[in-house]
């Protein structure tokens, strides 16, 4: 009867404060990382500019990786996966679901996260929606789509076999003069950089995970090799620093109007601003590290939430800016935004102990991202919530009314009019109050 009396107070507790996974298990993680450069006869295009006109990348300044961190509590396994990729288009997530079905993963355990970098494979070169021969856009190449898939989908599965016992901790430190607005001259930007710490139990570094806000734009249309931009040179520096075997990643925030400010005295070449810039932003991240302490148990969250999308419709002024370098007209796009552009998208959100990675699936305006971030704090208590950008599937700039009416570039490539930006937030805040009432594998 005491023992009764004791499970059914235990269970009382956990209903009053809706957080059934409270009590955490052991904690286990495992990490890979697989190169997803494609060799130079597959003639992959480099992605983000329409003045490339699907040339083929002419050699490699810089390897680009896929790293996959898998977390378990011992009933229920994340896999947080970053990319030095442009974007994902909307087939791609599923499509390595596909390979892992019968691994036991969902669309709900997996968050694909791509840096935006804009020296790497052009996203709709992975795309099989897309069958129009657009060059600015770019071709799709079904070589190039199944190598990438079957990437993902070994970055993941290899992390998964390897999980061992960890210590994990998250931290945030507000940095000024690395980011600006590239819209509004003294407009708002995000300038916090959070970080997560993974450790094996017996202290030895296995994962660092950083976010921070700024389109990976160094190199322009000019620049033909493939490389991760400064979050390449991040990752690899604060591997360095760190040592041990530590596998370093990066995953962008709000960055739609977001630029890097170039560090002073890092020459004129485009390769060096970006190498300084991901160098210098390492050391930062490396001492934040260091201050970072980690625990052995916190609870392990996550959630996807479905999001009914907006009409799919272009900006009225779409042929001023982004339409006319990326080849579009509107007898193309009647028939592209039906064939290319879903009608209903997802935020998969992440919660693990402080951290929480809201993902956002296309390039959120920092207004929106900010909004977001200080709601997510509000709602789970958690002191390190994060955008995590362009995740899972490139829909397009994602802007609030007043960036929508206003009609810039970013607009001209937002397909699902003035009101998406709601759209996005509402749903992904409703994916965040699902955290606390997630139970059970």
Same mark, same amino acid.
């Given at each position: ?33 697989? %190169?997803?450069?494609? &060799?130079?006869?597959?003639?992959? &295009? ?28 011992? /009933? +229920? ?7 030095? $990729?442009?974007?994902?288009? &909307? ?81 945030? *430190?507000? *940095? ?11 407009? @708002?930007? %995000? @300038? ?6 993974? %450790?094996?139990? %017996? ?15 160094? $190199? ?12 390449? #040179? ?20 709000? !960055? ?30 490396? #001492? /934040? ?15 996807? /939430?479905?999001?009914?999308? @907006? !009409? ?12 006319? !370098? ?66 899972? !599937? ?38 965040? +109050? ?8």
């Amino acid at each position: 009867m005491q023992r009764k009396f004791i499970a059914a107070g235990l269970a009382c507790t956990l209903l009053i404060f809706g957080r059934a996974t409270t009590i955490a298990g052991e904690l286990k993680a495992g990490v890979a990382v697989v %190169d997803l450069t494609p &060799p130079l006869e597959l003639k992959s &295009p480099l992605g983000g500019y329409g003045a490339r006109m699907n040339r083929p990348a002419e050699g490699v300044h810089d390897r680009i990786f896929a790293k996959a961190l898998v977390i378990s509590d011992g /009933q +229920r396994k994340f896999a947080l996966v970053t990319a030095d $990729m442009l974007g994902f288009p &909307p087939p791609v997530k599923s499509a390595v679901l596909d390979k892992l079905v019968s691994k036991g993963w969902s669309a709900e355990q997996v968050l694909l996260l791509p840096s935006h970098s804009h020296t790497s494979i052009e996203t709709n070169a992975i795309n099989p929606l897309n069958i129009y021969k657009v060059p600015q856009i770019g071709i799709h190449n079904p070589q190039l789509y199944e190598l990438t898939v079957s990437n993902l989908a070994r970055v993941i599965d290899e992390a998964g076999r390897r999980l061992v016992p960890v210590k994990v901790g998250s931290s945030s *430190i507000e *940095i000024a003069g690395w980011n600006r607005n590239r819209r509004l001259p003294n407009g @708002p930007v %995000d @300038p916090e950089l959070t970080l997560l710490r993974v %450790d094996t139990t %017996d202290g030895k570094p296995l994962a660092v995970f950083v976010n921070w806000t700024a389109h990976p734009t160094f $190199m322009n249309e000019h620049d033909m090799l493939f490389s991760g931009d400064w979050p390449g #040179h991040l990752q690899r520096t604060l591997e360095t620093l760190i040592g041990e075997g530590v596998t370093a990643m990066y995953a962008n925030g709000a !960055e739609g109007d977001q630029a890097p400010i170039g560090r002073p005295n890092s020459g004129e070449s485009r390769w060096e601003k970006a190498e300084r810039y991901g160098r210098d932003l390492a050391v930062v991240a490396w #001492h /934040q590290w260091e201050k970072t302490p980690t625990v052995a148990s916190v609870p392990l969250r996550f959630h996807r /939430q479905e999001i009914t999308l @907006p !009409e799919r419709i272009w900006h009225p002024n779409f042929k001023a800016t982004g339409g006319t !370098e990326y080849g579009l007209t509107e007898e193309l796009l009647k028939d592209m935004l039906p064939q290319m552009f879903p009608t209903r998208t997802a935020s998969v959100a992440l919660q693990l102990g402080d951290l929480v990675v809201i993902g956002i699936p296309g390039e959120l305006g920092v207004q929106l991202g900010l909004k977001i971030k200080e709601q997510a704090k509000e709602i789970t208590g958690a002191a390190h919530p994060i955008i995590g950008g362009l995740a899972d !599937e490139w829909l397009s700039y994602i802007l609030t009314l007043e960036q929508y009416t206003l009609g810039q570039y970013e607009a001209s490539v937002s397909f699902y009019g003035p009101k998406l930006g709601d759209t996005i937030v509402d749903g992904a805040l409703a994916g965040v +109050r699902k955290l606390n009432a997630k139970s059970g594998p």
